[in-house]
């Protein structure tokens, strides 16, 4: 029971330090990289996570060094894959003893700004939680200063600023999300190259070592919502009212 009671205290005590910290991006590659020598010391490690382009990956860690490491993966009816991956990249990383996240809680509000939401990619695909209780999922084209509009097949939907609750990056599988940047890029004209907004928006974040498992998020009680999960969270948040 006390062991209990102790454990609550250090997690209330790490929700109060992470939910003011807003570690850059070299702490948070430098707290993956302790995370990934600790595997590094194991035997036929699989691993599984999520990018911060929200691409997952799922397999087997064979090598790393100072600044990447590397996962095979071969799962039954998919083509083999080895991903070379930046620690900086990471947005979740779950292994033996190590439980790593950055996604923030998806209920926090309010979340970033409208303004940010203007870094978000031609192509991404979102899905926009209304005010009203209905949701909506579609390609990203353009947001302005009054609206947002999505492609949703082969029409452009046009979402009012007030009518949004919450924005959210989505996970696709990866022949879906080739359809659907195409399918965007021809209604906007143009893609330009940018870097996902998954990768400007900012996110608080910061660590805790707890029995040995490294817990990372807005608050640690977030961070364990997150690897609890029986699988790669599908969702990032990246506005909120």
């Keep these: 029971m006390l062991h209990v009671?102790?454990?609550?205290?250090?997690?209330?005590?790490?929700?109060?330090?992470?939910?003011?910290?807003?570690?850059?991006?070299?702490?948070?590659?430098?707290?993956?990289?302790?995370?990934?020598?600790?595997l590094s010391a194991l035997r036929d490690v699989r691993v599984r996570?999520?990018?911060?382009?929200?691409?997952?990956?799922?397999?087997?860690?064979?090598?790393?060094?100072?600044?990447?490491?590397?996962?095979?993966?071969?799962?039954?009816?998919?083509?083999?894959?080895?991903?070379?991956?930046?620690?900086?990249?990471?947005?979740?990383?779950?292994?033996?003893?190590i439980a790593i996240s950055y996604f923030p809680d998806?209920?926090?509000?309010?979340?970033?700004?409208?303004?940010?939401?203007?870094r978000i990619v031609y192509?991404?695909?979102?899905?926009?939680?209304?005010?009203?209780?209905?949701g909506t999922m579609g390609v990203f084209i353009r947001v302005t200063g009054s609206e947002m509009v999505l492609l949703d097949g082969n029409k452009d939907v046009s979402i009012k600023?007030?009518?949004?609750?919450?924005?959210?990056?989505?996970?696709?599988?990866p022949h879906s999300l080739k359809k659907a940047a195409k399918g965007a890029g021809?209604?906007?004209?143009t893609v330009r190259p940018a870097e996902p907004a998954s990768r400007t928006l900012g996110s608080s974040a910061g660590a805790a070592m707890i029995n040995g498992v490294i817990l990372l998020g807005t608050a640690a009680a977030g961070a364990i919502h997150s690897v609890a999960r029986p699988s790669p969270n599908d969702r990032l948040l990246l506005y909120a009212k």
């Design 161 to 173: 600023r007030e009518e949004i609750k919450r924005v959210f990056l989505a996970r696709r599988e």
């Design 186 to 189: 021809k209604a906007a004209g």
């Design 123 to 134: 192509g991404d695909t979102l899905e926009i939680d209304r005010v009203d209780g209905t």
């Design 106 to 118: 998806p209920d926090t509000a309010p979340y970033s700004t409208w303004d940010e939401l203007k």
């Design 49 to 97: 996570g999520v990018l911060f382009d929200m691409r997952v990956f799922d397999g087997k860690f064979t090598d790393k060094d100072d600044n990447t490491f590397t996962v095979d993966s071969k799962r039954q009816g998919l083509p083999r894959s080895v991903m070379v991956i930046k620690y900086e990249q990471v947005l979740e990383l779950v292994g033996p003893g």
């Design 5 to 38: 009671l102790l454990m609550i205290q250090i997690l209330m005590g790490v929700s109060v330090c992470l939910a003011q910290a807003d570690p850059p991006k070299p702490i948070r590659a430098a707290e993956v990289k302790t995370a990934v020598e600790k």
